[in-house]
């Protein structure tokens, strides 16, 4: 993938905080991922933004149905990983 350098400003504070978690990978890759995610992030509220006006909000039950998938997905994971690493760290 191209690369090009830009200039940004950042609050030192901030800066300092991210070049000591960016270490290893470094400045630019830290930062193309963090801004990866954001965008990633902001196209998803765009889609619930538009699903919203299609649809409406979602009802208490709707969204409590969903936490609840989310929570056996979640723990089907962790299963899965908990097997794997009884096993010796083979895939699941």
Do not use: N
């Not at 830009?6 to 300092?16: H, W």
């Not at 963090?34 to 649809?55: G, S, V």
Request: no cysteine; proline share 2%.
């Amino acid at each position: 993938m191209a690369s090009k350098k830009v200039t940004v400003t950042l609050p030192e504070e901030l800066l300092e905080e991210i070049r000591a978690d960016a270490s290893e990978r470094g400045l630019s890759a830290y930062v193309a991922e963090a801004l990866r995610a954001k965008r990633e992030r902001d196209r998803l509220l765009e889609l619930i933004d538009w699903l919203e006006e299609e649809h409406g909000p979602m009802t208490d039950a709707e969204q409590a149905a969903a936490e609840a998938e989310l929570a056996e997905i979640d723990a089907e994971h962790e299963r899965r990983r908990a097997a794997a690493a009884r096993r010796g760290g083979e895939a699941a």
